[in-house]
């Protein structure tokens, strides 16, 4: 036996009939536009605000420069009274200022007189020595001249120092001459008859015989 049928067949007829409902609602809606309305809803115009920047507060403004010092103005000028001084009394150069009647009681100093102090220059004579030899090289480019020489010459009368002050153009005559003539032995110069170590001079001639 089945009890179930006629039931099965009321729900089919029952969901048909909601959706041929549903169906004619959204006919009706198409017709009457609503959706028309909620298109429109959709495009409406949206609302916009600009938003103005916060601008930063300015800043605060320096304090004002402290005022100037003012210089202390200088004292017054209070002049120095003017002092005369008067000069001590100048004694007159003629008159005598002491008097004494005493005696010097030592021996009175006698002025001395010394005798002039006799001296005597060196004597520098190359007659006694032995002549210089004549270079070769000089000799042979026919090189002549004077030449001066200075000599320091000792108490015993022997040359320490030899130089040149005058020279004949040639240097290797004035060196044979001076390494000649300081060999030999002059007599020296004297005081109050004390020989002393003094300088002289010397002039030698070079010439070709």
């Known amino acids: 036996m089945s009890y179930a049928q006629p039931a099965d067949s009321g729900r089919r007829a029952t ?9 004619a609602l959204l ?7 609503l959706a028309r309305k909620i298109v429109d809803v959709v495009h409406q115009p ?8 916060v601008k930063p507060p300015p800043p605060d403004k320096p304090p004002p420069p402290p005022p100037p010092r003012l210089a202390a103005p200088p004292p017054p000028y209070i002049p120095l ?12 150069q003629n008159t005598i200022s002491a008097v004494t009647h005493t005696k010097p009681t030592g021996p009175v100093p006698t002025m001395v007189r010394r005798a002039p102090v006799r001296t005597t220059a060196a004597v520098v004579d190359a007659r006694n020595c032995e002549k210089p030899q004549y270079p070769p090289a000089s000799l042979r480019d026919e090189e002549t001249g004077v030449v001066r020489l200075a000599f320091l ?3 015993d009368g022997k040359v320490l120092q030899s130089k040149i002050e005058r020279s004949t153009g040639y240097r290797r005559l004035d060196e044979a001459a001076r390494r000649a003539l300081a060999l030999c032995k002059f007599k020296p110069a004297t005081v109050d008859g004390k020989p002393e170590k003094s300088w002289a001079r010397i002039e030698y001639e070079w010439k070709i015989e």
């Open 46 to 53: 949206l609302e916009t605000k600009i938003i103005e920047e």
């Open 81 to 92: 009274p003017e002092v005369q001084v008067q000069p001590p009394p100048v004694a007159p």
């Open 27 to 33: 006919v009706y809606a198409l017709v009457n536009g």
């Open 153 to 155: 010459i000792d108490v």
């Open 15 to 23: 969901g048909l009939v909601v959706v041929l409902l549903f169906h």
